[in-house]
């Protein structure tokens, strides 16, 4: 029986998933309803990548505490945690809107408080998955995990889109539903996690061995800057809501249908790499990934065409999986079970952050050059990082087998301790 399948058998691993799942199409409804809330409020390029902004900003203060912490702390409970936050925003939403209220500044700070509740979520939720299963069915469950999320972005969207067309109420009261869902399911997971040394205060020092252990493993250094500036740049997401509007001239219908295309091509990818895995060449496949998507970005930034579009948007998504996938398996090896938080933590400020700043950056860039101008020179940064980065980092894009890249870090000593 395929190790994807086995690792299914596994009831925590298995409503782990299920409440990732429900949380995630949660947070994605809520992302469709605010963008297009917000741009109908404000018609503003820079309001919308303020959105970003206001995410991005506590999670940078608080991600390599919240990596100490997921070292530090039940894992499990870190997670809840954070859901019911996520489960506390939906509410006040809903609030805002049956209120009547017309400023957006309530809404920013919902997500400020978003943000901090996901600066927690990632350290603690990539490093849970290895507790999770045993270490025979941890490809596997990585790239279920992953596929999983992609399918929360797929459905997420085009339901918030459609639910949107009654009134935003009806997503907010539908997301919070569906959050609490998730909390009781996260509630009865269970991990195998290493006991940590409780007495260990949080520190400066404790926070520092994550990026030192980070600088020093130049593959893991190499993976995670590899996509900070990759998606820094290249990242569209965030002025969707005005090309679906105003380049494309298509409703929220159809800007859940653009915000769910990423996330379709990177699900069948994630299901295609989870019965069969990437086997050989795998540096190659990670940049060949990247490359993909800033080339799709350049073609979506200069279609017109809402068909064309979401074929780009697709094949964005393909790659980024492709990339995203050989990525966390290389980091999570390379990394011991104490350090796992830490370092995630740090793949998280440098990886998950670039989203929210990247959105930020994207309407900031379509203020200043022209949204589709914008568009386009983020795609061709992407592509010319690409090639910066396999130069850079030849040990990367050599990497051929997983289980080669283990057997060298197993053997090398450990350079945050010595």
């Given amino acids: 029986m395929p190790a994807a399948i086995n690792a299914l058998h596994y009831p925590n691993f298995r409503n782990y998933l299920i409440s990732r799942l429900l949380a995630t199409i949660a947070m994605q409804m809520q992302g469709i309803a605010i963008g297009w809330q917000v741009y109908q409020l404000t018609d503003s390029f ?24 997921a070292d530090r702390y039940d894992r499990r409970l870190i997670i809840n945690i954070c859901m019911v936050v996520q489960l506390i925003n939906s509410a006040v939403l809903l609030f805002f809107v049956l209120g009547g ?3 957006i500044w309530p809404v920013y700070a919902v997500l ?8 927690f979520a990632l350290p603690a939720s990539k490093a849970i998955v290895i507790n999770l299963v045993p270490l025979e069915a ?16 797929i459905i997420g969207p085009v339901i918030g889109g459609l639910l949107y067309t009654v009134g935003p109420q009806m997503v907010y009261t539908t997301a919070l539903v569906l959050m609490l869902f998730g909390v009781v399911l996260m509630a009865g997971v269970r ?17 520092r061995e994550g990026l030192s252990f980070v600088w020093h493993r130049p593959i893991v250094l190499g993976a995670i800057s590899l996509d900070l500036f990759a998606v820094l740049f290249g990242g569209c997401t965030a002025v969707l809501p005005a090309y679906a509007k105003d380049v494309l001239h298509v409703g929220p219908e159809a800007l859940g249908l653009l915000r769910t ?34 080339f799709s970005t350049v073609v979506f930034g200069l279609s017109h065409e809402f068909w064309l579009s979401l074929i780009m948007l697709f094949l ?16 999570q090896l390379e990394t011991p079970d104490a350090l796992r938080g830490r370092v995630s933590a740090v793949s998280s400020m440098f990886i998950g952050a670039p989203n929210e700043l990247g959105e930020f950056e994207s309407g900031m860039a379509a203020g200043l050059f022209g949204l589709v101008p914008s568009v386009v020179i983020g795609g061709v940064t992407a592509l010319f990082i690409t090639g910066i980065w396999s130069t850079l980092f030849p040990g990367m894009r050599a990497a051929d087998r997983f289980n080669d890249q283990q057997s060298e870090s197993q053997a090398k000593p450990n350079l945050v301790e010595s």
């Fill in 46 to 69: 820079s309001a919308l990548g303020l959105i970003g902004l206001v995410q991005f900003i506590p999670f940078a203060l608080l991600v390599l505490v919240a990596g100490q912490v």
């Fill in 101 to 103: 209220f017309t400023s």
């Fill in 112 to 119: 400020a408080l978003q943000g901090t509740a996901r600066a």
């Fill in 138 to 153: 941890f490809s596997s469950a990585t790239a279920m995990s992953s596929s999983t999320f992609s399918a929360a972005t």
């Fill in 191 to 207: 991990t195998a996690q290493t006991r940590m040394v409780e007495t260990t205060p949080i520190s400066w020092q404790n926070m």
């Fill in 261 to 294: 295309a990423p996330a379709v091509g990177a699900v069948l990818m994630a299901a295609l790499l989870a019965f069969y895995p990437i086997q050989r060449h795998v540096g190659r496949w990670m940049f060949a990934g990247v490359g993909l998507f800033g």
């Fill in 316 to 331: 964005l998504g393909v790659g980024d999986m492709a990339s995203v996938y050989i990525r966390q398996i290389l980091i």
